[in-house]
């Protein structure tokens, strides 16, 4: 193919257009170069769009394109010129999604034949021609080694190729010149168990590369027939994405249910699948205009349709796993409490009592589990027992139990009404998902945002029970994250006959506390000036101090507050929240379960929600931080306390803790000092870049590697190792966080730690620095001791810290 057609006039518009609206609008459009290592000399770029503003129409994008790699070409003057070296297929939405995904939609503005191809559950790789000899392998977004990781996805993608071509007796060359010659960019699914877990296993004869399109290098999205693909799959050595091919919507809608209640296809789990097809040529008339995919008659078209069975199942056993591994390692397992939600199910109720088992007769083959590690060899040996004579046994003496705390007064207890019960801090997502539980089933909704008067608690109690009048279910939409606002509630509808229901939707704050303020500020930031009260501001920060007083002020959900719980997982995203929602609204409430269709729209509804009031925004205050560190996602508590009980902790360090924990000295907001205030003005640079990562609205996240606990009879802190820029996403990393790695390395890390506690309130923390570099010197006292935390690994940002 002639390079007059790679460098058409129609791409390097778009990649022009992209450029602009990057400078216009950084929060929209962010790229990252890279030296492409088969041709150093060349730089690629990678092009990323805000995920959230891919559902939002008329689209602010000039592509929809997820996975975009391009390189400028000399140009002998006038206007830069570009070529698309690699790109990934267009955005595509769920049933329902966007107003062209609804059924109706499908089966009037798309054409057959409608391919079913098996999504794949891995890490999306592709492969394009850098040149007729050269070839570039990406992940989604990224190329290369990403410093700090063993290996990243696009090295892993890049070994399996040479091993597909070798055992088809082909060159890397040779695969270079076909793809040149077409302009197609190879998209395959990485599955390998051994590099990286997720929700489905992969065989040995699975475990690959999965082929599944060849896109055009180009702007405009055209890919391969499945035939086309399925001949190269098998010409180059790929493994093949499993197909089905019908005729019309109806056969999709038809088969696709068959395989959501059977829970399995070809006798294997399936996440669900990919559908492929064109737009139809026939141009739509006015009235559906839309209705009517955003993309020219003819064009390749794609939409899913996924289920949410088996994996909410899964990540419930993963998470209680969890949990019960941190409640081992305190020595108290069987006081960890696992909420109803994750026990409805009975063979949840027996994946509980025997990983309990499985923990205390071989805790060793858990060892990597929070890594990721040996996720699906637990649940597939539990699955293996659930089929034996024992497990049998024990599935049909749960059949007819009561779930757990729950008697047999509770199970026959007539309820009339129901109150639904947000337990959250702002940015779990609780009115997301009340929006679309309101679409979906009609419930009443009310928001404690919408009163603007000072004392506006007895007003929220009014207006739930103004709804109730009216309704069968209403949601309570507040955070409810003190005791007292669940009480009322109670209160309010004690003396009703039949007795009011209370469910929680319970966002439990079970993860360190910087984790839970990343996630939530993260959201709140995406949402903007769409919110009633809390708006983010990147420059004051202070929907930051509102979250924080959140985090360290709820009060957790106790069992006898509300009749059920429903567990909802803050780092789940909407469409996962509300499957759970949705499940418990079924089976506790009785109601019918929506379809998916139904469900999409929800979420459509829920994403372009607006409030209907707002308050003005409060001055903003524009203190100074005192200092800036990296807030570490870990819980101190749980580390410390599961290494002090091995065999080889001293007894004076296990003492000395003991003695924090008590008197409450342990840090609540644990953080590393980076650079503070007094430093000033010798480590201005220092502090002008940790400024710019705080303002940043996309910030790089860290990897801080905790070497050693250090004490003496005054202090006790965690030696800060290693620092690394963690990977988001797959394998994309933060360039300009890489660059500050990099100088941190020759600067200040050697005297970074973590302090965890002062013996008494007169012992100032700063003693910790000088004990950590004493101790870094091997110039320790007579009291110091020391002890390997076997590599604890915590992630984390930077933040200004005023107190």
């Known amino acids: 193919m002639a390079s007059s057609v790679r460098d058409s006039e129609a791409d390097s518009s778009l990649i022009s257009a992209l450029v602009k609206l990057s400078q216009k609008a ?24 805000n995920e959230f503003k891919f559902y939002e129409v008329p689209s602010p994008f000039p592509t929809l394109a997820r996975g975009l790699f391009t390189r400028s070409m000399p140009n002998e003057g006038g206007s830069p010129t570009y070529r698309v070296v690699a790109r990934g297929y267009d955005k595509f939405f769920n049933i329902g999604e966007v107003p062209w995904s ?111 399109g060849l896109n055009d290098c180009s702007g405009a999205f055209q890919t ?121 199910r009975p063979e949840s109720h027996l994946y509980r009592k025997w990983v309990m088992e499985e923990i205390r007769r071989d805790k060793t083959q858990f060892a990597e589990f929070n890594k990721g590690k040996g996720i699906i060899a637990t649940r597939d040996r539990f699955l293996a027992w659930l089929e034996s004579e024992r497990g049998m046994q024990m599935r049909a003496g749960l059949q007819e139990a009561p779930t757990q705390g729950e008697t047999a007064v509770e199970k026959d207890k007539k309820f009339g009404k129901t109150i639904i019960v947000p337990v959250a801090i702002p940015g779990c997502g609780k009115t997301s998902v009340a929006v679309a539980l309101k679409h979906l089933f009609g419930f009443g909704h009310t928001q ?45 509808v004690a003396n009703m006959s039949p007795p009011v229901r209370l469910m929680a939707l319970n966002w439990s704050l079970v993860k360190p506390p910087a984790m839970v303020h990343r996630v939530c500020a993260d959201r709140v930031m995406q949402r903007g000036e769409n919110h009633q009260k809390l708006r983010a501001d990147a420059v004051s920060r202070d929907h ?34 509300l499957a759970r929602a949705v499940d418990a609204c079924v089976s506790v409430l009785g109601l019918k379960r929506p379809t998916q269709e139904e469900i999409g729209q929800a979420l459509a509804v829920t994403r372009g929600y607006t409030p209907t009031t707002k308050m003005a925004d409060a001055k903003k205050k524009m203190a100074e931080p005192r200092y800036f560190g990296f807030l570490p996602e870990v819980d101190l508590e749980d580390v410390i306390t599961a290494r002090l009980a091995h065999d080889d902790a001293p007894s004076h360090a296990k003492k000395f803790w003991e003695a924090l924990v008590k008197k409450d000295r342990v840090a609540k907001r644990p953080h590393i000092t980076l650079v503070h205030s007094k430093e000033l003005p010798q480590e201005k640079d220092l502090w002008d870049q940790c400024q710019r990562f705080f303002a940043d609205s996309s910030p790089p996240t860290f990897e801080l590697s905790l070497g050693n606990l250090v004490w003496n009879d005054r202090v006790m802190a965690i030696a800060v190792d290693d620092v690394k820029v963690a990977t988001q996403g797959d394998n994309d990393t933060h360039a300009e966080g890489q660059a500050f790695v990099d100088e941190l390395e020759q600067t200040i890390k050697k005297r970074l730690h973590v302090t965890v506690g ?40 930077i933040k200004g810290l005023f107190s």
């Open 26 to 49: 950084p929060k929209l459009v962010k790229s990252s170069d890279y030296k492409a290592p088969a041709l150093p000399d060349v730089t690629i770029t990678s092009w990323k769009l």
């Open 102 to 212: 609804s059924w109706a939609a499908l089966e009037t503005h798309t054409s057959p034949p409608y391919v079913l191809t098996l999504k794949s559950n891995g890490c999306i790789i592709f492969m394009a021609a850098l040149s007729p000899t050269k070839l570039l392998v990406t992940s989604k977004h990224s190329l290369g080694p990403v410093k700090g990781a063993d290996m990243s996805h696009a090295q892993v993608g890049e070994k399996w190729l040479l091993k597909h071509l070798e055992a088809k007796g082909k060159t890397p060359e040779e695969f270079a010149q076909v793809l040149w010659d077409n302009n197609w960019t190879a998209v395959a699914e990485l599955c390998d168990d051994s590099f990286e877990e997720h929700v489905l296993p992969y065989s040995a004869e699975k475990t690959g590369l999965h082929l599944h």
């Open 224 to 344: 391969q027939s499945p035939e086309t693909v399925a001949a190269f799959a098998r010409e180059w050595g790929f493994i093949e994405t499993l197909t089905k091919t019908v005729n019309t919507i109806a056969e999709v809608h038809e088969f696709t249910d068959a395989v959501e209640e059977a829970g399995k296809w070809q006798g294997e789990p399936v996440e669900g699948f990919v559908v492929r097809c064109h737009v139809a040529t026939t141009p739509p008339s006015p009235s559906d205009h839309k209705t009517a995919p955003p993309y020219p008659p003819g064009s390749s078209f794609f939409f899913k349709v996924k289920f949410d069975e088996p994996y909410m199942t899964y990540r419930d056993w993963r998470e209680m796993t969890k949990m019960l591994l941190g409640g081992h390692a305190k020595g108290s397992m069987e006081s960890v409490k696992v909420h109803k939600s994750k026990l409805r």
């Open 448 to 492: 404690s945002d919408d009163i603007h008067e000072k004392k506006g608690a007895p007003i929220f109690i009014r207006n739930v029970l103004k709804e109730l009048q009216t309704h069968d279910v209403v949601i309570a939409d507040k955070n409810n994250h003190l005791r007292q606002h669940r009480e009322a509630l109670r209160i309010a």
């Open 544 to 577: 930051e101090d509102v979250l924080w007083m959140f985090v360290e002020q709820t009060e957790e959900l106790a069992d006898d507050e509300v009749d059920e719980v429903v567990e909802m997982d803050l780092e789940e995203d909407l469409e996962q929240a």
């Open 758 to 797: 002062t013996g008494q309130s007169n012992i100032l923390p700063i003693e910790a620095r000088a004990l950590v570099e004493g101790w870094r010197l091997g110039q320790s006292g007579p009291n110091v001791g020391s002890l390997a935390l076997d590599g604890i690994v915590a992630r984390g940002r």
